[in-house]
């Protein structure tokens, strides 16, 4: 677990303090102003859990770099693969040489592979990368052109991906025409979708499936032309929205029965985040393709796609990447998945994660903003809403709590709508998590008495 004898953050400055508004001058003038930010936090230095700004402020990062940290920051034993490894070899472009450590590390996902195998894996370098050899390769194997995908999606922003992507009107805005053959449909928000118990959530969940065979294919969608369904186990940038089992099961059996490919897209939820190694585990269900990113190198740029051997058949050409599958990336992805392994982050994640949602399970009825909390292991997301009846989206308010929280020192990011996104490193221990809590619940009651 993390090492860090800190227990809470220290703010020393205002925020942003001096060296960092230099910084954020350099960056208005400089820097592309597509990318999104939530606060003026200027990184300089991470351990654990802990990350330290240009001015000497520490904070406890329960965003994990958008869930990339896995190992937390500078994990020793990844930091010294990835200093070994850089010594040896940096790059020689596994398009048209061979890494032994590109084997190696296939022969470890293969094992922990949420499908049987055998497999065959490609590397690139980022979760969009991933999705994008997925959406080839599902083409190329079906010789179908159709794909099925679902709103509030976030599978990247290069263009096959974008194509995919149904979360925010700004990421495809002046972008289109985009990649043509994409159908969307809704996502079981349980949440938003049912007003009942659990017997209506689960009818809800399997009415969102069943749509693709009750109308989609009798009206819009020959099946036969349908190549894939792209599915997050667990909705990242849609707000931290599970899927029901009964949902994936579902899926599942669309597919088997109009040889469709489901393709999971775990670049988000994977390598361990929700307490198993793969999200969609937790259903029972075995995906054709997975996509994997973030986590799986603790910081190092890596994507994967994963998919049953026969699947990936396509011939030399067909796809690549000159630094996909970088000999550093590679060993310290070795090295994460050792550290997840060996030190137990599975079994943190889910007992930290239980922890925090028994704190969190009386918000909704103790806060008039909080309208539902909801997660798996350490892929939580607490919902703020105007009006617990209508279920109003409370965007303006969210951030008001990201940004009172900032200030406390704790980092946490947004997603959806209206959701706050808590997304710890898996070394996080159950105190640091209970700093984080307290500082969120300040900074909720704190917006809730202006509302």
Not at 66 to 73: D, N, R
Not at 288 to 308: N, W
Request: net charge neutral; hydrophobic share 40%; aromatic share 8%.
């Amino acid at each position: 677990m993390s090492t860090q004898t800190l227990i809470g953050p220290k703010i020393i400055t205002a925020l942003p303090g001096p060296n960092a508004k230099r910084v954020l001058a350099g960056d208005s003038k400089y820097i592309s102003p597509s990318y999104t930010r939530s606060y003026p936090l200027v990184a300089k230095q991470g351990r654990g859990i802990v990350v330290t700004d240009v001015d000497g402020n520490e904070f406890f990062d329960f965003s994990a770099g958008i869930a990339v940290t896995s190992t937390g920051h500078c994990h020793p034993h990844v930091v010294a693969a990835i200093q070994k490894q850089a010594a040896e070899l940096i790059h020689m472009s596994g398009t048209d040489f061979y890494y032994e450590n590109m084997v190696t590390l296939a022969e470890r996902l293969s094992k922990i592979a949420p499908m049987p195998g055998p497999h065959k894996i490609y590397y690139g370098n980022s979760g969009t990368e991933a999705i994008e050899c997925a959406l080839k390769l599902a083409r190329y194997h079906t010789k179908r052109q159709n794909v099925i995908a679902f709103y509030g999606a976030f599978h990247g922003r290069t263009m096959g991906a974008l194509s995919l992507t149904a979360s925010k009107p700004q990421q495809k805005r002046r972008f289109g025409p985009l990649v043509p053959g994409v159908t969307h449909i809704r996502y079981p928000d349980v949440y938003r979708g049912c007003e009942g118990g659990p017997q209506d959530a689960e009818a809800f969940a399997l009415g969102c499936a069943r749509f693709i065979e009750d109308k989609l294919f009798k009206t819009t969608l020959a099946p036969e032309e349908v190549a894939a369904i792209f599915v997050e186990p667990v909705q990242g940038e849609g707000g931290y929205v599970i899927a029901p089992t009964v949902f994936m099961q579902e899926l599942r059996r669309i597919c088997d029965r109009h040889g469709i490919l489901l393709v999971a897209d775990e670049v988000q939820s994977g390598i361990g985040r929700t307490g198993k190694w793969w999200a969609i585990q937790h259903t029972g269900v075995h995906p054709d393709i997975v996509c994997s990113a973030k986590g799986i190198a603790s910081g190092m740029p890596l994507g994967v796609t994963i998919s049953k051997a026969e699947i990936m058949e396509w011939v030399p050409g067909s796809h690549a990447s000159t630094f996909g599958g970088n000999p550093v990336c590679n060993a310290a992805a070795m090295a994460t998945l050792d550290v997840i392994e060996h030190d137990g982050l599975l079994h943190n994640a889910t007992e930290v994660g239980n922890h925090m949602m028994k704190r969190m399970a009386a918000w909704p009825s103790k806060h008039k903003l909080v309208g539902d909390v909801r997660g798996r292991g350490l892929m939580i997301g607490v919902e703020i809403v105007k009006d617990k009846k209508t279920k109003e989206f409370a965007a303006a308010e969210r951030d008001r709590i990201i940004q009172l929280s900032f200030e406390r020192g704790i980092l946490f990011l947004g997603c959806g709508p209206s959701t706050i996104r808590i997304a710890p490193p898996l070394v996080v221990t159950k105190e640091e998590a209970d700093v984080a809590m307290d500082t969120l619940e300040e900074s909720i009651a704190i917006v809730s008495q202006g509302v």
